[in-house]
């Protein structure tokens, strides 16, 4: 796989204030992604996961440090262009599926392409494809809610890649799936990293998707103590359980 970074950061501290209160999320993150990687961030509850994904994601400022996308310092651009990046270069998959109720699964995948005015012929043909890609593609004249939770967050991975973005954010994407349903989620993402060669970065305490990481990152207080590579399991590995 090509060593090519795709996502950096540098210093990265976010500080959440209420009244005189300040509560530190990240206490200067300094991480790098290169393309076709699988990477889980794992700690305990409180430990900052979720804030960093925001960061990295665009979803929200950093106090201070920064982000940068395939080179681009994300502090540089304006909101307006800040949304057309995500848009364009980043998938993201959330633990409530997020599938918009009134769209068939075809029409939820293929919305990212209509948002980049992708003409309607050649959207639905991508989302189907990745569809049959997932085996799913039976789903695509369904709504979501006929659909189970482990079928949704299918539906929400083919909605994040069919785009082809540089990078794939998945905050905890198992926490509301069974095990089976947990099984089969990994071993599709898994199977589009190979395949495709899809960048995954994903927040997880899921002790099933943190063995199939190739490469572990633990935030602990904010700080990432732990860079490991390689495959799972990750025995010696103590992850308290939290969201």
């Known amino acids: 796989m090509s060593p ?6 540098e ?42 994904l925001h ?11 920064e982000v940068f996308l395939e080179g681009r ?9 800040l949304a057309r990046l995500r848009l364009e270069r980043i998938g993201f998959v959330f633990q409530s599926y997020n599938l918009i109720p009134v769209l068939t699964v075809l029409e939820n995948v293929a919305f990212v392409l209509e948002l980049r005015g992708v ?32 079928e949704q967050q299918r539906v929400a991975v083919a909605r994040a890649v069919v785009g082809a973005p540089a990078i794939v954010l998945a905050d905890e994407p198992t926490a509301n799936l069974d095990g089976e349903n947990s099984r089969a989620l990994i071993d599709l993402m898994r199977r589009l990293n190979d395949s495709r060669e899809t960048t995954f970065l994903f927040a997880t305490h899921d002790s099933r998707l943190l063995d199939r990481a190739k490469r572990l990152l633990i935030l602990e207080d904010g700080r990432i103590t732990a860079d490991r590579a390689g495959e799972g399991p990750w025995d010696s590995v103590q992850v308290t359980q939290g969201a």
């Open 4 to 9: 090519e970074t795709v996502l950096r950061a």
């Open 11 to 52: 210093k990265l501290v976010k500080v959440y204030r209420s009244d005189s209160v300040e509560t530190p999320a990240l206490r200067g993150v300094d991480l790098e992604i290169s393309r076709g990687e699988f990477t889980a961030v794992a700690g305990p509850s409180g430990s900052g996961k979720s804030t960093l």
């Open 55 to 65: 960061l990295l994601g665009g979803l929200d400022r950093p106090t201070s440090g």
């Open 73 to 81: 310092a994300l502090s540089s651009l304006s909101s307006e262009e």
């Open 119 to 150: 003409p309607k012929k050649e959207r639905e043909r991508r989302a189907r494809e990745i569809l049959s890609e997932l085996g799913i593609e039976k789903y695509a004249d369904q709504f979501p809610h006929r659909l189970s939770g482990g």
